[in-house]
């Protein structure tokens, strides 16, 4: 008995730290092409017409296909076809539907018609399983058939099939079902023709059913913009001109629909199981989604009815132009994708992600705050670079400005800080000197941002580089550089709105401004007081009003603020996603809280200019045009302006092909993995330290020897007094 247990306890012993030298990943994993990532909160919703969050986004991208893609490496993004033989043809057409050039005034609606290529498959799916009948195998499961019905995997048979207009179609028509919540709904009624009236009905239709508890099978109602010409040809009308229509067409939101797996994923029985479209996605992309588990790993696997796609490859002078180097394109037309596998592990806590990135065991890593300085060296000039830790590893840094901006906002139709006078106007851009952006840059972002001088950021047509992008409202341009204006001219234009040295020249008391915010936790206390101290140089009271988010969007939809931080990511590369946050007509006061533009900025003639520029293409014309409109908001100050953040990230020597890409939602299939390599820095890196372990166990077998011969002692004692 005692032998027994002096073994478990050796076993346990060496288990308990081949533990600590083990990955968390099994070693076939990771000898294989498999790239071994991680998410901190599950993703909630899979369906691509509900989501519209970049973690949800970041495997969507991966498994769903919208008609057209951003080029991998091309700068500035430039859209391509993906699931069609070609970019989509556009026509214009007058009232009566009659063709008319681009250039007419007469053009009352676009058409853009749609292409297929005709060896796009969807993923191997039980859905799509049919009987000799023809009728779907899995279309109608009983209870007796749910009893055994887990999950996807627990069905014995898959099948595939060909992608078609109509899964496009139906997609637009599920994104129509008010039930579905989709983000855009409101938007793309506005365009797509017929949208709307659609909506109306089929939310109807939807309420009925689910009200009687029946399935909705969209295939019988139509869109009127939205026309299947045949297998492989689809034809959306949008009204008048509206060229952005083909970013769109970039979003998953745009991402086919079988209606079989539709109508499978609205069985009452899987619904119960957790089975859905949420938690289940069907796609044609270059990913499958093989396993769904949120409170421990969720994994992807290459679908191996993925259509032929190749690596991109660019000419010299297109590689210049984007900074690609020839690392980045010597898989130039190779066959996509090259990772075989993608395991993504919950990890809630940074410092763990980060020591096992250091190990090798993730390929990629952001920075946290808590690692920046270990990862990061920055030289006397701001500029960034890996430390010497990292390099001696063989890390690569990249790091790119990300098309967003964020920013604090004055409430225009506040009484004190809002309006169009030229006092007003002078508040604002006293305040807005005072506020040092690059010192907030520093102290709260590690650097990783530039201060923003108007709306758009960089990589977006209409932003300018150096002195000629420079708001030379807040700064001067001196020595090749930008310098921020002194407090000493903030002051004097403080002066001449009314509040010389921050005293209401009327009242007689100091200016208070009141800042909402839902920064409430602890770690919040040093920038709320750095936000207090910006004021403070100009002599007035900032007051911060903390509340929950909920709370605070509501606050800020009805005017109910006076200043407030509020950002933006681009949804697609061009101007007029940014410049429509100024724009009057999206004032949120106007729009029942429905609008976009949070600071009810209101000035005729830059919405004038917006509704020139909107449908325009890119160039001198339209550029000409956004220069002025940057020229009136710099000049009313309905922002301060504030900052475009940098994204740093880490990848190991093994991670090739990693190339920024902010418009981009599918870059896995771009990926490459050096499967050899990381196994061989794994075993450099972990490698374990024996002698403990010896001695450690030495000395737990010799106690338990000692226990034993004691124990053995002992019993040999007590038969002996039982036979005397």
């Known amino acids: 008995m005692m032998t027994k247990w002096i073994k478990i306890v050796i076993y346990m012993t060496v288990g308990l730290y081949a533990g600590i030298w083990n990955a968390p990943h099994t070693i076939q994993s990771l000898k294989k092409e498999t790239l071994f990532s991680a998410f901190s909160s599950p993703p909630k919703h899979l369906d691509p017409v509900i989501s519209y969050n970049a973690n949800e986004w970041a495997f969507i991208g991966q498994i769903y296909e919208p008609p057209l893609q951003y080029n991998y490496l091309k700068r500035p993004y430039e859209l391509e076809a993906l699931t069609l033989t070609g970019m989509p043809e556009v026509r214009y057409l007058d009232a009566n539907g009659t063709k008319v050039k681009e250039e007419s005034k007469k053009v009352a609606y676009t058409e853009y018609c749609l292409r297929l290529r005709d060896d796009i498959r969807y993923q191997n799916h039980p859905a799509f399983v049919k009987d000799r009948a023809g009728r779907l195998l899995y279309g109608a499961l009983d209870a007796k058939a749910l009893e055994r019905i887990h999950s996807l995997d627990d069905f014995e048979k898959t099948a595939t099939r060909t992608l078609t207009a109509e899964d496009y179609a139906y ?275 590690n650097e990783r941002g530039i201060a923003a001088q108007g709306p758009i950021p960089p990589g977006i047509f209409g932003y300018r580089e150096g002195k000629a992008g420079t708001n030379f409202v807040v700064y001067d341009w001196k020595n090749g550089k930008r310098v921020r204006k002194p407090l000493k001219v903030a002051r004097r234009l403080l002066a001449e709105a009314g509040y010389p040295n921050g005293i209401s020249a009327k009242t007689g008391k100091q200016l208070k401004l009141f800042y909402d915010t839902t920064a409430t936790g602890p770690d919040d206390r040093a920038l709320m007081d750095w936000r207090r101290k910006q004021f403070a140089k100009l002599g007035i009271q900032l007051v911060i009003r903390a509340t929950d988010y909920n709370r605070f969007q509501d606050k800020v939809r009805k005017g109910k603020v006076q200043l407030f931080s509020w950002g933006w990511n681009a949804d697609y590369p061009d101007p007029e996603n940014f410049l429509f946050l100024l724009y009057g007509g999206n004032a949120v006061v106007d729009t029942n809280g429905a609008g976009i533009n949070s600071s009810n900025y209101k000035n005729p003639e830059f919405d004038k200019l917006f509704d020139e520029i909107k449908t325009m293409k890119n160039g001198p014309e339209r550029g000409a045009k956004i220069e002025k409109m940057l020229q009136i908001v710099r000049e009313d100050a309905p922002w301060i302006w504030g900052v475009h953040p940098k994204s740093l990230a880490l990848s190991h020597a093994w991670f090739q092909n990693v190339m920024p890409n902010a418009m981009a939602n599918n870059t896995l299939k771009y990926r490459k993995i050096d499967a050899a390599l990381r196994w061989k820095k794994q075993q450099e890196w972990n490698r374990p330290v024996l002698l403990p372990l010896l001695l450690f166990t030495l000395f737990i077998v010799l106690g338990a020897w000692l226990l034993y011969r004691a124990y053995s002692k002992r019993q040999k004692r007590t038969i002996q007094c039982k036979e005397k």
């Open 171 to 445: 997609a637009l028509k599920r994104m129509a079902v008010r039930q579905y919540h989709s983000p855009i709904l409101d938007t793309m009624k506005s365009y797509i023709v017929g949208l709307d009236t659609f909506s109306k009905k089929i939310s109807q239709i939807a309420a009925q059913r689910k009200k009687r508890g029946e399935r909705l099978d969209l295939r019988p109602y139509h869109i009127e913009g939205v026309r299947v010409v045949d297998r492989q040809t689809l034809v959306i009308r949008i009204n008048g001109r509206y060229p952005q229509f083909l970013y769109w067409l970039s979003m998953n939101f745009f991402a086919p629909i079988p209606w079989e797996a539709d109508l499978f994923y609205q069985q009452k029985g899987l619904i119960g199981k957790n089975i859905t479209l949420n938690d289940y996605p069907v796609g044609t992309g270059a990913y499958y989604l093989a396993e769904n588990n949120p409170n421990r790993v969720i994994r992807l696997k290459a679908n191996p009815n993925f259509h032929e796609e190749r690596y991109p490859s660019l000419s010299d002078t297109e590689a210049v132009r984007a900074g690609v180097d020839a690392t980045l394109r010597r898989d130039a037309g190779k066959r996509l994708p090259f990772i075989d596998e993608v395991v993504y592990s919950l990890e809630k806590e940074s410092i763990p992600l980060w020591n096992k990135f250091l190990q090798g065991y993730y390929d990629a890593s952001g920075i946290s705050s808590e690692a920046f300085d270990q990862a990061v060296q920055i030289g006397t000039s701001g500029t960034m670079g890996l430390s010497d830790t990292m390099r001696k590893k063989g890390i690569v840094l990249k790091s790119s400005v990300q098309p967003s901006i964020f920013y604090m906002a004055f409430n225009m139709e506040d009484p004190v800080v809002g309006g169009y006078t030229e006092a007003a106007k002078k508040l604002r851009q006293a305040i807005s000197i005072a506020q040092n952006e690059e010192e907030y840059i520093s102290i709260f972002m």
